[in-house]
């Protein structure tokens, strides 16, 4: 099992001609994902061929879902385009969107964040869910990459991991390799995001393959202590921690636009508090925090 993607998710490309998009569809085709065709509008008719694979390219998204049934779609555009990008996958009712772009206004973020909100179906669920932007993606190891992890540092197995940051969902999963990951999802840093810490939490314990979880989360905001209360109320998985940032100057942003601290609130110290009131062990290191899963693991 997975969460939000699997071998059988069909991938579409949106900016599949320029250069980040050219380069990271090989590489997820490398990684075994079913890529369907891509997106841009100057180029719509032609193809693009990786190898023995040759992809179609739309000029539309909603003649992408019509013509290929896919239900992925991955933002591969500069922040200026990415909002029209991100807005016409939810107009089209792409059950999930991967943006990776950096930079996007946070304006915009917010825009496009209401408007997936505002589309839901007659059960009242949310249809589109929104990973990022600013982020890594996500990857099931063995079956599919939607983004720009490396696909060769782990494997398939019962661990769970969402992050804010990329550099470290990579380390993270470099360290655990041996035991492997189920799903290993970069949530991105900026201060509006599509997918949090909880929507990932909740997923994995809902996952009967995924046995425990890492949470790496970062200084600024309160995403990681209202994920403690979440892990408090609601999941009865084990779960180990890691807040980057601890020796962070106060009051200066660090890195990702989210990461910003004011007074107390924010700080590392006050999440690792927050996670550890919640039962959630917390590593000062990442190969600290690998260490505690281990041993959690270990005692299952």
């Known amino acids: 099992m997975s969460i939000f993607l699997n071998k059988d998710s069909k991938v579409i490309v949106q900016g599949i001609t320029g250069g980040e998009g050219t380069k990271h569809t090989a590489l997820m085709l490398k990684a075994g994902t079913q890529i369907v065709g891509g997106v841009n509008a100057r180029k719509a008719g032609t193809t693009v061929v990786h190898g023995d694979v040759e992809l179609p390219v739309f000029g539309t998204v909603a003649e992408a879902v019509a013509e290929t049934g896919a239900d992925v779609s991955i933002v591969f555009v500069p922040p200026a ?8 996958a939810i107009e089209a009712g792409v059950p999930l969107v991967v943006v990776i772009t950096e930079g996007v206004p946070v304006q915009d973020s917010a825009e496009f964040w209401a408007l997936a909100q505002s589309k839901v179906d007659a059960s009242g669920n949310q249809v589109t869910r929104i990973i990022g932007p600013n982020c890594p993606g996500i990857i ?7 983004g720009i992890t490396p696909n060769n540092i782990t494997q398939k197995g019962p661990i769970g991991l969402v992050s804010k940051s990329g550099t470290l969902t990579y380390q993270m999963m470099y360290e655990l390799r041996d ?5 290993a ?3 991105g840093g900026d201060p509006v995001i599509g997918t949090t810490h909880i929507d990932a939490l909740a997923a994995f314990e809902a996952d ?4 425990a979880i890492v949470m790496i989360g970062e200084i600024g905001g309160d995403a990681e202590e209202r994920a403690a209360e979440y892990i408090k109320a609601h999941v009865t998985k084990p779960v180990v921690g890691y807040v980057a940032g601890f020796t962070a100057p106060e009051g200066k942003t660090m890195g990702h636009a989210g ?4 007074g107390s609130a924010g700080t590392a110290q006050a999440k690792k508090e927050a996670l550890e009131a919640a039962g959630v062990k917390v590593g000062k290191t990442p190969s600290e925090t690998a260490t505690l899963l281990r041993e959690v693991y270990a005692a299952l």
């Open 179 to 183: 035991l492997g990951f189920s799903t």
């Open 259 to 262: 990461a910003i601290v004011s």
């Open 185 to 187: 999802i970069g949530i």
């Open 81 to 88: 385009f990415t909002k029209d990008a991100v807005v016409e």
């Open 208 to 211: 009967p393959e995924t046995k």
């Open 140 to 146: 099931t190891p063995g079956e599919a990459l939607v």
